[in-house]
């Protein structure tokens, strides 16, 4: 779809190039599609809701933003107005029927190209829940403006509904794309940035691949390709890229530990669960205490930029070398310096650093030493007014790496949950479940006595 009315046109910014470097390891393009839901216990006015939409719209331009091929780039513009003339309506009895057709339509590949950028469905759950579906490409969306889409698209509705003014306008996707185009010491502050986070990651050794079934990839590939050292993967496969999704959901008592810790020592949850990954990857993989993975950083860092809808996430290399000797709560801090390392160095695009990696340790295009990729979603304390909610990510179907774990708290219940995407090729819906169960047990044993050593929760677990 190109620009027919005048429309300024700008280059992809470097979030969005992830997202067609993804392509590349991909036939299927909704390999980066983001589709997500979420429900209320309340009943909707649907149509009400419909006109919400389209204001939201109107104020979320993320959603008329358009691209097009222009030779061999990819370029983008936004449409000065856009309207959706109609919504489809579902109604679920079951629980399976819900999940199957949400998913038939999360692995569905957008038209991107022909200006399908979103689809967007109203339904009635099975237990009569109230709630919006929203597929969007992730050239238009990342996670965190899933949420926000969701986010304002409520508050809108009450104003409609209460007949109050509309909220605060939502900051604009395009004054970022121009301010990154037009950013005078951008390429010098990566320069500098991407030579610093290349030393970061080093850690003056080959990384190895920790793999969350354990070394069963590795060891496959060593016998097939007859190299009894390898510890990177050739895993990058463009065609066998089928992915499964599970879903865990801790307990509230479980949940209730880990919070508390949380609150009490003013910490992250995403370092506390992701030392949990951290120490039994290490567990299942030779003990070898060296993890290496994708982490999306949300690269938001003004409110104007939280307030936004958009791609900015950027994955991140954050490769972590744990000490036996160091004790849960230590290692949590020694995570924390690490986030915020990475945080400052986060405008180093993608690409970049992928081929960063592949220049330092001779990779093939088709080898990496990460094995998934890692997301914390903050939901914040109350995004839909007092309201109780159900959010839930979908099986995009494709994906190019092994495992897409995004984790983030159900504030109305205060559990956790847990959406492990993965690919069947290299791991079984039974790795994932066995996998999961570790790492809540490994977490527990941190947040009940944090005193302990890293090396004293491996052997207890």
Not at 128 to 135: E, S
Not at 218 to 241: A, E, G
Not at 302 to 327: F, Q, Y
Not at 387 to 397: E, L, S, V
């Amino acid at each position: 779809m190109r620009p027919k009315h005048g429309e300024p046109i700008y280059n992809l910014i470097h979030s969005q190039e992830m997202v067609q470097y993804m392509w590349k390891y991909s036939v299927h393009l909704q390999s980066t599609q983001v589709p997500c839901a979420v429900a209320f216990d309340e009943p909707l006015d649907f149509m009400l809701l419909a006109r919400a939409v389209n204001i939201e719209i109107e104020r979320n331009d993320c959603m008329r933003l358009r691209i097009f091929r222009d030779g061999t780039k990819v370029k983008q513009f936004f449409l000065q107005e856009y309207k959706l003339q109609k919504i489809l309506y579902k109604t679920f009895e079951s629980k399976k029927e819900q999940e199957a057709f949400f998913d038939s339509i999360a692995s569905e590949k957008l038209d991107v190209f022909g200006g399908e950028m979103f689809r967007i469905i109203f339904f009635r759950t099975y237990e009569r829940k109230c709630g919006v579906f929203i597929c969007a490409s992730h050239m238009i969306m990342d996670f965190a403006a899933a949420f926000m889409f969701f986010k304002d698209l409520m508050a809108v509705y009450d104003c409609l509904k209460n007949g109050k003014d509309l909220p605060k306008p939502l900051a604009k996707y395009e004054d970022i794309i121009k301010k990154e185009h037009s950013d005078p010491l951008l390429a010098e502050r990566i320069a500098k940035d991407r030579a610093e986070l290349d030393e970061w990651v080093a850690k003056d050794r080959r990384p190895f691949y920790n793999a969350i079934n354990g070394t069963k990839v590795l060891d496959w590939q060593s016998k097939l390709l007859r190299q009894k050292d390898m510890n990177m993967p050739h895993i990058y496969l463009p065609v066998l890229d089928k992915t499964h999704l599970v879903k865990c959901r801790l307990s509230p008592q479980d949940s209730k530990l880990i919070s508390d810790y949380i609150t009490e020592n003013h910490l992250s949850a995403e370092w506390v669960i992701q030392l949990g990954f951290r120490i039994y990857l290490s567990k299942l993989n030779r003990h070898t205490n060296d993890s290496l993975f994708w982490v999306l950083c949300p690269r938001r860092r003004t409110v104007k930029e939280k307030r936004c809808g958009g791609t900015l996430a950027s994955p991140m290399p954050w490769r972590e070398i744990l000490d036996d000797n160091k004790t849960f709560a230590e290692t949590v801090t020694q995570l924390s310096e690490s986030q915020v390392f990475l945080f400052r160095h986060c405008d180093v695009p993608f690409t970049e650093v992928r081929q960063m990696e592949r220049d330092r340790y001779h990779l093939s295009l088709m080898q990496t030493s990460n094995s998934m990729m890692f997301s914390y979603l903050p939901a914040g304390d109350d995004p839909f007014s007092g309201r109780t909610y159900d959010f839930t990510a979908y099986n995009f179907g494709h994906y190019v790496m092994p495992v897409y774990a995004l984790t983030m708290q159900d504030r109305a219940t205060g559990q956790y949950v847990f959406s492990y995407i993965h690919r069947v090729m290299l791991t079984t819906d039974e790795d994932v479940y066995k996998f999961h169960d570790g790492v809540v047990r490994t977490i527990l044993a941190g947040v009940q006595n944090p005193e302990k050593t890293i090396g004293q929760i491996l052997e207890e677990i």
